[in-house]
Protein backbone atom coordinates (compact mmCIF):
# COMPACT_ATOMS: atom_id res chain seq x y z
CA UNK A 1 0.00 0.00 0.00
CA UNK A 2 3.21 2.30 0.67
CA UNK A 3 4.47 1.61 -2.51
CA UNK A 4 1.26 2.58 -4.31
CA UNK A 5 0.94 5.81 -2.37
CA UNK A 6 5.28 6.61 -2.94
CA UNK A 7 4.23 5.78 -6.85
CA UNK A 8 1.33 7.98 -7.08
CA UNK A 9 2.55 10.82 -5.70
CA UNK A 10 5.71 10.71 -8.04
CA UNK A 11 3.27 10.71 -10.83
CA UNK A 12 1.40 13.22 -9.82
CA UNK A 13 4.27 15.64 -8.90
CA UNK A 14 5.49 14.61 -12.70
CA UNK A 15 2.11 15.34 -14.01
CA UNK A 16 2.25 18.55 -12.32
CA UNK A 17 5.89 19.96 -13.17
CA UNK A 18 5.47 18.70 -16.67
CA UNK A 19 2.86 21.17 -17.23
CA UNK A 20 4.04 24.11 -15.52
CA UNK A 21 7.26 23.55 -17.78
CA UNK A 22 7.12 24.76 -21.68
CA UNK A 23 9.78 22.45 -23.29
CA UNK A 24 9.20 24.15 -26.32
CA UNK A 25 9.97 27.83 -25.10
CA UNK A 26 13.67 28.70 -26.81
CA UNK A 27 15.41 29.02 -23.54
CA UNK A 28 14.73 25.18 -22.92
CA UNK A 29 15.37 24.02 -26.52
CA UNK A 30 18.89 25.73 -26.11
CA UNK A 31 19.58 24.02 -22.60
CA UNK A 32 18.17 20.90 -24.27
CA UNK A 33 20.28 21.59 -27.06
CA UNK A 34 23.76 22.61 -25.37
CA UNK A 35 23.55 19.64 -22.88
CA UNK A 36 23.52 17.51 -26.65
CA UNK A 37 26.36 19.64 -27.51
CA UNK A 38 28.31 19.41 -24.52
CA UNK A 39 27.48 15.22 -24.59
CA UNK A 40 29.10 15.40 -28.50
CA UNK A 41 25.66 14.02 -29.93
CA UNK A 42 26.35 16.35 -32.28
CA UNK A 43 23.36 15.41 -34.69
CA UNK A 44 20.79 15.72 -32.22
CA UNK A 45 21.99 19.13 -31.20
CA UNK A 46 22.04 20.34 -34.68
CA UNK A 47 18.40 19.64 -34.88
CA UNK A 48 17.48 21.27 -31.73
CA UNK A 49 19.95 24.26 -32.68
CA UNK A 50 17.83 24.92 -35.88
CA UNK A 51 14.50 24.61 -33.93
CA UNK A 52 16.22 27.75 -31.60
CA UNK A 53 17.46 29.68 -34.75
CA UNK A 54 13.41 30.08 -35.87
CA UNK A 55 12.43 31.36 -33.34
CA UNK A 56 15.81 33.77 -32.12
CA UNK A 57 18.97 35.20 -34.12
CA UNK A 58 21.72 33.73 -32.04
CA UNK A 59 25.32 33.73 -34.32
CA UNK A 60 27.17 31.67 -31.41
CA UNK A 61 24.29 29.13 -32.19
CA UNK A 62 25.67 29.35 -36.18
CA UNK A 63 29.04 28.70 -35.11
CA UNK A 64 27.95 25.73 -32.99
CA UNK A 65 26.04 24.16 -35.85
CA UNK A 66 28.98 24.20 -38.10
CA UNK A 67 31.38 23.38 -35.51
CA UNK A 68 28.82 20.01 -34.99
CA UNK A 69 28.99 19.17 -38.67
CA UNK A 70 32.81 19.53 -38.71
CA UNK A 71 33.11 17.50 -35.64
CA UNK A 72 30.98 14.51 -37.46
CA UNK A 73 33.27 14.88 -40.49
CA UNK A 74 30.52 16.87 -42.50
CA UNK A 75 32.79 18.89 -44.16
CA UNK A 76 30.36 20.39 -46.67
CA UNK A 77 27.65 21.26 -44.32
CA UNK A 78 30.65 22.69 -41.68
CA UNK A 79 32.11 25.09 -44.87
CA UNK A 80 28.69 26.41 -45.74
CA UNK A 81 27.63 26.87 -42.16
CA UNK A 82 31.13 28.68 -41.19
CA UNK A 83 30.59 30.90 -44.52
CA UNK A 84 26.92 31.99 -43.62
CA UNK A 85 28.11 33.74 -40.10
CA UNK A 86 28.20 37.17 -40.60
CA UNK A 87 31.49 39.80 -40.67
CA UNK A 88 29.74 41.63 -37.92
CA UNK A 89 29.41 38.47 -35.50
CA UNK A 90 31.61 37.86 -32.91
CA UNK A 91 32.23 34.79 -34.41
CA UNK A 92 33.10 35.97 -37.91
CA UNK A 93 37.37 35.54 -37.44
CA UNK A 94 36.88 32.11 -35.91
CA UNK A 95 34.79 30.80 -38.50
CA UNK A 96 37.58 31.91 -40.72
CA UNK A 97 40.15 29.55 -39.36
CA UNK A 98 37.85 26.59 -38.67
CA UNK A 99 37.12 26.71 -42.18
CA UNK A 100 40.67 26.00 -43.15
CA UNK A 101 40.81 23.57 -40.51
CA UNK A 102 37.90 21.93 -42.78
CA UNK A 103 39.25 22.20 -45.92
CA UNK A 104 42.56 20.22 -44.81
CA UNK A 105 40.58 17.62 -42.96
CA UNK A 106 38.86 17.56 -46.26
CA UNK A 107 42.44 16.95 -48.63
CA UNK A 108 41.20 20.18 -50.40
CA UNK A 109 44.82 21.96 -50.19
CA UNK A 110 44.53 24.52 -53.00
CA UNK A 111 41.38 25.47 -51.14
CA UNK A 112 43.22 25.54 -48.03
CA UNK A 113 45.46 28.06 -49.03
CA UNK A 114 43.33 30.06 -51.28
CA UNK A 115 41.44 30.79 -47.78
CA UNK A 116 44.79 31.38 -45.85
CA UNK A 117 46.04 33.80 -48.40
CA UNK A 118 42.75 36.19 -47.80
CA UNK A 119 42.57 35.33 -44.30
CA UNK A 120 46.26 36.93 -44.18
CA UNK A 121 45.01 39.58 -45.81
CA UNK A 122 43.00 40.63 -43.23
CA UNK A 123 43.05 41.89 -40.06
CA UNK A 124 42.09 38.56 -39.19
CA UNK A 125 43.25 38.17 -34.85
CA UNK A 126 44.66 35.03 -35.64
CA UNK A 127 46.49 35.54 -38.54
CA UNK A 128 49.54 34.17 -36.98
CA UNK A 129 47.68 31.03 -36.19
CA UNK A 130 46.32 30.83 -39.73
CA UNK A 131 50.23 31.34 -40.96
CA UNK A 132 51.72 28.18 -38.44
CA UNK A 133 48.50 26.90 -39.96
CA UNK A 134 49.56 27.45 -43.65
CA UNK A 135 52.91 26.59 -43.05
CA UNK A 136 52.82 23.20 -41.68
CA UNK A 137 50.41 22.63 -44.30
CA UNK A 138 53.22 23.36 -47.01
CA UNK A 139 55.32 20.53 -46.13
CA UNK A 140 53.12 18.37 -48.08
CA UNK A 141 53.53 20.39 -51.13
CA UNK A 142 56.50 19.72 -53.59
CA UNK A 143 57.80 23.74 -53.53
CA UNK A 144 59.25 24.60 -49.93
CA UNK A 145 60.30 28.10 -49.15
CA UNK A 146 63.34 29.10 -47.49
CA UNK A 147 63.72 27.28 -44.43
CA UNK A 148 63.99 30.82 -42.12
CA UNK A 149 60.44 31.37 -43.97
CA UNK A 150 58.57 28.82 -43.44
CA UNK A 151 59.62 28.57 -39.57
CA UNK A 152 59.29 32.26 -38.89
CA UNK A 153 55.83 32.63 -37.33
CA UNK A 154 56.57 29.44 -35.38
CA UNK A 155 57.23 29.32 -31.47
CA UNK A 156 61.24 28.11 -30.35
CA UNK A 157 59.90 24.97 -29.07
CA UNK A 158 57.63 24.01 -32.64
CA UNK A 159 60.94 25.39 -34.67
CA UNK A 160 62.90 22.66 -33.67
CA UNK A 161 60.37 20.18 -34.98
CA UNK A 162 59.37 21.83 -37.71
CA UNK A 163 63.10 22.52 -38.51
CA UNK A 164 62.84 18.25 -38.21
CA UNK A 165 60.39 18.07 -40.60
CA UNK A 166 61.32 20.55 -43.50
CA UNK A 167 65.12 18.21 -43.67
CA UNK A 168 63.10 15.42 -43.72
CA UNK A 169 61.21 16.80 -46.46
CA UNK A 170 64.10 18.13 -48.60
CA UNK A 171 66.27 15.71 -48.08
CA UNK A 172 64.51 12.41 -47.88
CA UNK A 173 66.58 9.28 -46.67
CA UNK A 174 65.26 7.74 -49.23
CA UNK A 175 66.29 4.32 -51.10
CA UNK A 176 67.27 3.72 -54.49
CA UNK A 177 65.55 1.25 -56.29
CA UNK A 178 68.69 0.90 -58.34
CA UNK A 179 71.21 0.59 -55.82
CA UNK A 180 68.72 -2.22 -53.81
CA UNK A 181 68.70 -4.42 -57.17
CA UNK A 182 72.54 -4.03 -58.09
CA UNK A 183 73.65 -4.99 -54.55
CA UNK A 184 71.61 -8.09 -54.82
CA UNK A 185 72.77 -8.58 -58.13
CA UNK A 186 75.91 -8.97 -57.22
CA UNK A 187 75.29 -10.47 -53.25
CA UNK A 188 71.82 -12.14 -53.05
CA UNK A 189 70.21 -10.46 -50.38
CA UNK A 190 72.30 -7.55 -50.07
CA UNK A 191 69.50 -5.44 -51.76
CA UNK A 192 66.99 -6.30 -49.18
CA UNK A 193 69.74 -5.69 -46.39
CA UNK A 194 70.36 -2.14 -47.86
CA UNK A 195 66.64 -1.26 -47.35
CA UNK A 196 66.64 -2.75 -43.89
CA UNK A 197 64.65 -5.63 -44.42
CA UNK A 198 67.06 -8.36 -42.86
CA UNK A 199 65.11 -10.70 -42.18
CA UNK A 200 64.59 -11.39 -46.02
CA UNK A 201 67.71 -10.07 -46.80
CA UNK A 202 69.39 -13.12 -44.89
CA UNK A 203 66.59 -15.75 -45.70
CA UNK A 204 67.13 -14.52 -50.00
CA UNK A 205 70.60 -15.42 -49.48
CA UNK A 206 70.61 -18.44 -47.86
CA UNK A 207 68.46 -19.80 -49.65
CA UNK A 208 70.14 -18.69 -52.92
CA UNK A 209 72.92 -19.88 -51.74
CA UNK A 210 71.98 -23.40 -50.42
CA UNK A 211 70.02 -24.18 -54.03
CA UNK A 212 73.48 -22.93 -56.03
CA UNK A 213 74.91 -25.38 -53.76
CA UNK A 214 72.90 -28.08 -54.15
CA UNK A 215 73.11 -27.72 -58.08
CA UNK A 216 76.84 -27.80 -58.57
CA UNK A 217 77.00 -30.86 -56.48
CA UNK A 218 74.42 -32.59 -58.48
CA UNK A 219 76.26 -31.75 -61.81
CA UNK A 220 79.59 -32.48 -60.42
CA UNK A 221 78.11 -36.03 -59.02
CA UNK A 222 76.10 -36.57 -62.49
CA UNK A 223 72.54 -36.15 -61.17
CA UNK A 224 71.58 -33.71 -64.22
CA UNK A 225 68.07 -34.43 -63.56
CA UNK A 226 67.99 -33.17 -60.14
CA UNK A 227 70.78 -30.79 -60.80
CA UNK A 228 68.80 -28.89 -63.59
CA UNK A 229 65.68 -28.98 -60.69
CA UNK A 230 67.98 -27.01 -58.82
CA UNK A 231 69.66 -24.61 -61.09
CA UNK A 232 66.09 -23.47 -62.20
CA UNK A 233 65.02 -23.12 -58.29
CA UNK A 234 68.09 -21.49 -57.72
CA UNK A 235 67.66 -19.02 -60.59
CA UNK A 236 64.30 -18.64 -59.91
CA UNK A 237 65.14 -17.19 -56.53
CA UNK A 238 68.15 -15.25 -57.74
CA UNK A 239 65.69 -13.02 -60.15
CA UNK A 240 63.00 -12.87 -57.47
CA UNK A 241 65.31 -11.54 -54.86
CA UNK A 242 66.66 -8.80 -57.38
CA UNK A 243 62.84 -8.20 -58.22
CA UNK A 244 62.40 -7.94 -54.19
CA UNK A 245 65.15 -5.85 -53.55
CA UNK A 246 63.87 -3.59 -55.49
CA UNK A 247 60.31 -3.76 -54.21
CA UNK A 248 61.78 -3.22 -50.99
CA UNK A 249 62.93 0.34 -51.59
CA UNK A 250 59.63 1.19 -53.22
CA UNK A 251 58.08 -0.23 -49.92
CA UNK A 252 60.81 1.73 -47.91
CA UNK A 253 60.31 4.85 -49.56
CA UNK A 254 56.36 4.67 -49.67
CA UNK A 255 56.78 3.75 -45.72
CA UNK A 256 58.98 7.18 -45.11
CA UNK A 257 56.34 8.98 -47.12
CA UNK A 258 53.68 7.84 -44.82
CA UNK A 259 55.62 8.35 -41.56
CA UNK A 260 56.35 11.83 -42.40
CA UNK A 261 53.01 12.78 -43.48
CA UNK A 262 51.25 10.95 -40.52
CA UNK A 263 54.04 12.72 -38.56
CA UNK A 264 53.10 16.52 -39.73
CA UNK A 265 49.66 15.79 -39.19
CA UNK A 266 50.02 14.91 -35.45
CA UNK A 267 51.92 17.85 -35.08
CA UNK A 268 48.94 19.78 -36.28
CA UNK A 269 46.51 17.61 -34.08
CA UNK A 270 48.59 18.05 -31.02
CA UNK A 271 48.36 21.78 -31.62
CA UNK A 272 44.54 21.71 -32.25
CA UNK A 273 45.53 22.92 -35.98
CA UNK A 274 46.05 26.41 -34.39
CA UNK A 275 42.75 26.96 -33.97
CA UNK A 276 41.04 29.00 -30.86
CA UNK A 277 39.91 26.60 -27.81
CA UNK A 278 36.10 27.68 -26.98
CA UNK A 279 34.55 27.60 -23.98
CA UNK A 280 30.98 26.20 -24.97
CA UNK A 281 30.61 23.70 -22.26
CA UNK A 282 32.11 25.56 -19.19
Not at 72 to 93: L, R, V
Not at 120 to 132: A, D, F, G, T
Not at 197 to 214: E, K, M, P, Q, R
Request: with cysteine; proline share 3%; net charge neutral.
Amino acid sequence: MIKKITLFIFLFTSLILSQQIDFNSPQNIKLFADFLFCNKDYLRAIDEYERYLKMCEDDSIQFKIAYGFLQMGNYQNAIEKFSAIKSNSNFYDAAGIEKLKVFFLANDTSSFISEADLLLQSNNPYNNNVLRFKNSVILFTKNLPAKDILLSPFTFEEKSIISDFYDWKKNPPYKSEQIAGILSTIIPGSGKIYTKNYSDGITAFILTGLFGYLAYSNFEHKHSFRAWVFTGLAAGFYAGNIYGSIASAQIFNARLNFEFDEGVKLFLENNNYFTPVYDFCK
